[in-house]
């Protein structure tokens, strides 16, 4: 079964511009989550969809933030205009079920983001 | 709010010795409760997790977890360490709301193995 998928691994940029990360995760696995994990920190969750829909976004920055999962597929993840602060790791999740007693979150290996 | 804290932030053992890694949470009944690793560029991977039943959990790579209500904590051990357990821990709960299921984690504790 492949993991879940995440690109690029590594992006830099400089302030003010703007960046985009995609997310596959695992075939039928109708829940994603995105974490923002900064140096030193633990991931912290910035939005989860059910399928297409979004479940959580109360600590998505909206002003900068915004993210999607069209065909509640895969979802990316866009930050415009990049600030200082948002170097940091961006992690995607997916978990199969949750209303049915799976709770399991699959991690995939992050995109690591340095804004200069 | 849920909270999840982790008093280590660094651990320094050797190689054979034993390990505990602390975790306390602030909840207000029991939540779903795990512990994850992170290697250097990796993802986080799932070492073992508590949703109920007996207290004293087992998880991958010989790690084990217990669960004590009553200090709302949930330890890691290992009782003998190899250099490979060089890594960070995170633990995290996921306070049940509805079924969807986010988790919240602790700052982590850096564990480093000396030979």
């Known amino acids: 079964e492949a993991g879940v998928a995440q690109s690029p691994r590594y992006k830099i940029i400089e302030k003010r511009q703007s960046v985009a990360f995609w997310c596959n995760p695992i075939?039928?696995?109708?829940?994603l989550y995105w974490y923002q994990q900064i140096l030193g920190q633990g991931p912290k969750l910035l939005i989860q969809?059910?399928?297409?829909?979004?479940?959580?976004d109360s600590q998505l920055p909206k002003d900068r933030f915004s993210a999607e999962r069209l065909k509640g597929v895969d979802s990316t993840l866009k930050i415009q205009p990049a600030k200082l602060e948002d170097s940091a790791v961006y992690l995607c999740?997916?978990?199969?079920?949750?209303?049915?007693?799976?709770?399991?979150?699959?991690f995939g290996p992050g995109t690591r983001l340095t804004v200069t | 709010a849920q909270s999840v804290t982790q008093p280590d932030i660094h651990i320094t053992v050797s190689e054979g010795a034993s390990l505990e890694l602390r975790c306390n949470y602030s909840?207000?009944?029991?939540?779903?409760l795990f512990w994850y690793v992170q290697s250097p560029g990796q993802g986080l991977q799932l070492l073992l997790k508590?949703?109920?039943?007996?207290?004293l959990v087992q998880g991958i790579k010989g790690f084990e977890a217990e669960f004590k209500r009553s200090q709302s904590s949930f330890n890691l051990r290992k009782p003998s360490v190899h250099w490979s357990d060089a890594a960070e821990y995170f633990c995290?709960?996921?306070?049940?709301?509805?079924?969807?299921?986010?988790?919240?984690f602790g700052a982590g504790t850096r564990l480093a193995v000396h030979p």
């Open positions: 909840y207000g009944a029991t939540p779903y």
């Open positions: 999740a997916s978990i199969l079920n949750p209303g049915q007693g799976n709770y399991e979150q699959y």
């Open positions: 969809f059910q399928n297409n829909g979004v479940v959580d």
């Open positions: 508590y949703f109920s039943g007996d207290t």
């Open positions: 995290a709960v996921a306070p049940f709301s509805g079924g969807y299921n986010k988790l919240i």
């Open positions: 075939s039928g696995h109708a829940t």
